[in-house]
């Protein structure tokens, strides 16, 4: 498995392919954009919502995008989006903001190697927790995080579209 950061590119536009990748990962996890609503159409996720959503993401100098491939130059199995601090100061500790694996890869440990590259990249920081929110009605979810030892924390609604949120926790 391969883990490389994303890069904001110089003129704001993602590389074609690249995009077109990363448009595929985000159609192929049908279910959990018609949870989410970050889509107006799971069934139609385009390309331009794809390059509006990252180039939101990596403006922010808090924020870091890994993309995860299965192998050096191989198939995009997924991404991650990270947070090195919270907008609320008094949380100390960073945050993954999504963790995405293409849809026909679930279960085949691509997940659990991402979110552990993304807890060691926070370790080798020097920072002693993560956290994340996973929205109520993804059970999966839920049980994903769960299974890798994230601990309920709190809930409340997400900052951007305010829906029922579980927070969870990790020492690392």
């Given at each position: 498995m391969i883990i490389e950061p994303l890069a904001a590119p110089?003129?704001?536009?993602?590389?074609?392919?690249?995009?077109?990748?990363?448009?595929?990962?985000?159609?192929a996890n049908r279910e959990f954009f018609a949870i989410s609503g970050d889509f107006p159409?799971?069934?139609?996720?385009?390309?331009?919502?794809?390059?509006?959503?990252?180039?939101?993401e990596l403006v922010n100098p808090d924020t870091e995008v890994l993309?995860?491939?299965?192998?050096?130059?191989?198939?995009?199995a997924g991404i991650a989006i990270t947070l090195a601090h919270h907008p609320n100061p008094a949380d100390p500790d960073p945050w993954i903001g999504l963790l995405l694996i293409d849809g026909r890869m679930h279960r085949?440990?691509?997940?659990?190697?991402?979110?552990?590259?993304?807890?060691?990249?926070?370790?080798a920081a020097g920072r002693t927790?993560?956290?994340?929110?996973?929205?109520?009605?993804?059970?999966?979810?839920?049980?994903?995080?769960?299974?890798?030892?994230?601990?309920?924390?709190?809930?409340?609604?997400?900052l951007q579209h305010g829906r029922p949120c579980t927070v969870m926790r990790k020492k690392l």
């Open positions: 110089r003129d704001g536009v993602l590389p074609e392919p690249l995009l077109a990748e990363l448009t595929a990962l985000h159609a159409d799971p069934d139609d996720i385009r390309p331009e919502q794809i390059s509006a959503s990252l180039s939101e993309l995860c491939r299965t192998e050096a130059g191989g198939p995009l085949s440990g691509y997940g659990r190697a991402l979110t552990g590259a993304v807890e060691e990249r926070f370790r927790a993560v956290r994340l929110a996973v929205l109520d009605a993804n059970t999966k979810g839920l049980a994903f995080w769960s299974a890798l030892g994230y601990e309920v924390l709190d809930h409340r609604p997400d």
